[in-house]
């Protein structure tokens, strides 16, 4: 079977940089993808990583390291609007996804 | 920015009644996806469709449900018998051919079933 293991909570300041892991037990992995969803709105994608390493896109970073069956998305310089619940994912061969159970993060002023 | 839509925003349904939900995908898409979400839990697979046909289908994907791509822009979701458990968020996802790992979701369609 497939899973996927991500905190189910996190709370940080605005200005501050956080941290969500994922790590997952798959079969026929090909990569990890990180979605964002604010409160009832659709998944927004972020990013992917097929390689092990750290992609940037501006204030967000995602890192895999497919030896250890782990990867994690950094934000950096947080804002309230960053506030939502990120989603680690892994697409398969024929492109669907298979979710995490989704880290809400609360931002503070 | 070209955008995946889908109608209704919500809907509302007895049980057993039949309800379709619709999906235009992003026009140069052609991998098509509905997934699932139950109130406060992560979105799940119900079904790939490529080339006029279903490329993959989860075990929640059962014999009340089907799809189909009536013309070159709508792709339909239908539920035949709704039950009480098939109340969630319904979303509608397209991506580009080879980049399955970038899919671009719809706003969904609340259903209710009562």
């Known amino acids: 079977g497939q899973s996927l293991e991500q905190p189910s909570e996190v709370t940080a300041v605005e200005g501050a940089i956080v941290q969500i892991n994922c790590t997952y037990q798959?079969?026929?992995?090909?990569?990890l993808s990180w979605y964002q969803q604010h409160d009832g709105g659709a998944p927004t994608f972020l990013s992917y990583?097929?390689?092990?390493g750290l992609e940037e896109t501006g204030r967000f970073s995602s890192f895999l390291s497919r030896s250890d069956s782990y990867g994690y998305l950094l934000l950096q310089e947080l804002q309230m609007k960053d506030s939502a619940s990120y989603f680690c994912a892994v697409p398969s061969n024929t492109g669907k996804l298979i979710f995490g159970q989704g880290t809400t993060l609360q931002v503070k002023p | 920015e070209p955008e995946v839509t889908q109608t209704p925003s919500h809907q509302v349904t007895q049980m057993g009644q039949e309800v379709i939900l619709r999906c235009v995908p992003i026009s140069n898409h052609l991998y098509f996806y509905w997934y699932r979400q139950i109130l406060g839990q992560k979105v799940e697979f119900l079904v790939s469709f490529y080339n006029n046909e279903i490329s993959e289908k989860s075990e929640i994907f059962d014999d009340q449900f089907s799809v189909e791509r009536p013309d070159g822009s709508n792709f339909t979701l239908k539920i035949r018998s709704t039950k009480l458990e098939d109340s969630a968020m319904y979303f509608c996802?397209?991506?580009?051919?080879?980049?399955?790992?970038?899919?671009?979701f719809g706003p969904g369609t609340r259903l209710l079933v009562l």
């Open positions: 990583n097929a390689l092990d």
């Open positions: 996802a397209s991506s580009e051919p080879q980049e399955g790992e970038t899919q671009y």
């Open positions: 798959t079969s026929g992995f090909y990569g």
